[in-house]
């Protein structure tokens, strides 16, 4: 059975790349321009196969399995206006971030516009450049449905993508979401030059907040401990590659960082930084984020916030 894929960003043609190892991919995205060249601007130095059809009509888009490539910003409104059309399928939410508008996740935007898709979510520790290059990866496909759950897990695993499975679809999107932010604020640690013992604190407060966030979420403690939680957490506050740990890094030597790259946690920091007060949890380095992220407070400032809160246990 073949699969789509909506978003011909870096991540939606990695995994369209992956994804054609197995069969026949289409690709949708807006912008395809560039489709003749075989060649993403998004993902260079990546050759499209022959079996990715690359279209930017969406009446093409007639697969029961359809991956939503799109930043978690952007989807609402693409939902809002194309869902009627994708509803009754398989819809794979491949987006880490929380929407500012609504204060959900992607899954629970999809669920609103297409309720009588069943709804997935693919998320975990990997680059779109080291999936198109074909090297192993491991993620999590979450849905709620056991059985659609191990039929997507077949149906997306690649040759070099190792899909797990579960049904805590709050936890894993919490985790992909959350841990953008904490990245963010690794970064800044780097870029201000705090060092990597503040950045191993800042993992692992971070990695706190996120448990707790999560868990007032009705997610599963072991799904944050899984690869779409802590494994994702690792791989972003370690790794330059990752834009949201570079963005940090540029907000901590205060440096200016292109507006058109896709940094979700900057976004979804000051959609935690809105969850903390409507649900009253102390998500102190997030909220922090979201304020150095808005220019509100300066990084000097929110380091001091953080020392100097109360003492207390572990
Ligand atoms: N790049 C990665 O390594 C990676 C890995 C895992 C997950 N993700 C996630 O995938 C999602 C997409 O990220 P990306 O890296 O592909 O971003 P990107 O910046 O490379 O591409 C985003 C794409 O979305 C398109 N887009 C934006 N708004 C749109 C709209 N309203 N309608 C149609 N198309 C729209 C843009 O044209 C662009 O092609 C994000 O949530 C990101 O966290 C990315
Ligand atoms: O480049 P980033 O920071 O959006 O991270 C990409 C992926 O989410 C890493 O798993």
């Known amino acids: 059975m073949s699969v789509a894929v909506i978003g011909a960003g870096a991540f939606g043609t990695a995994l369209a790349v ?26 260079p130095g990546v050759t499209l196969p022959a079996n990715i059809h690359v279209t930017s009509d969406l009446a093409q888009i007639t697969q029961q399995t359809v991956l ?3 930043p978690a910003q952007s989807l609402g409104g693409f939902l809002a206006a194309e869902g009627a059309r994708l509803d009754g399928r398989n819809l794979v939410s491949c987006a880490k971030g929380i929407d500012l508008g609504t204060l959900e996740g992607p899954s629970v935007l999809i669920r609103a516009a297409c309720p009588a898709a069943i709804v997935a979510v693919l998320t975990g520790p990997s680059f779109a450049a080291d999936i198109a290059r074909g090297l192993p990866t491991a993620l999590t496909l979450a849905c709620a449905d056991a059985d659609a759950a191990k039929a997507l897990q077949h149906q997306l695993s690649t040759p070099n993508l190792r899909l797990y499975r579960t049904t805590d679809v709050a936890g894993a999107e919490m985790g992909g979401a959350l841990k953008n932010v904490i990245a963010i604020a690794a970064g800044a640690a780097i870029g201000a030059g705090y060092g990597d013992s503040a950045r191993a604190a800042v993992i692992t407060r971070g990695f706190a907040e996120m448990q707790r966030l999560a868990a007032a979420m009705q997610a599963q403690p072991e799904t944050l401990a899984g690869l779409s939680g802590l494994g994702d957490l690792v791989l972003t506050c370690t790794s330059e590659q990752s834009r949201n740990f570079r963005y940090g890094q540029a907000l901590g030597a205060g440096r200016d960082f292109d507006a058109r790259t896709t940094v979700e946690g900057a976004a979804t920091a000051r959609a935690v930084a809105a969850l903390a007060a409507r649900l009253g949890l102390d998500l102190p380095i997030s909220t922090l984020i979201a304020g150095l992220a808005e220019g509100r407070i300066a990084m000097e400032q929110a380091l001091q916030i953080l020392l100097n809160r109360p003492l207390k246990e572990e």
């Open 18 to 43: 992956s994804l054609a190892a197995k069969g026949p991919v289409t690709l949708w995205g807006r912008d395809t321009g560039w489709s003749e060249s075989r060649e993403n601007p998004r993902l």
């Open 68 to 70: 939503l490539a799109l």
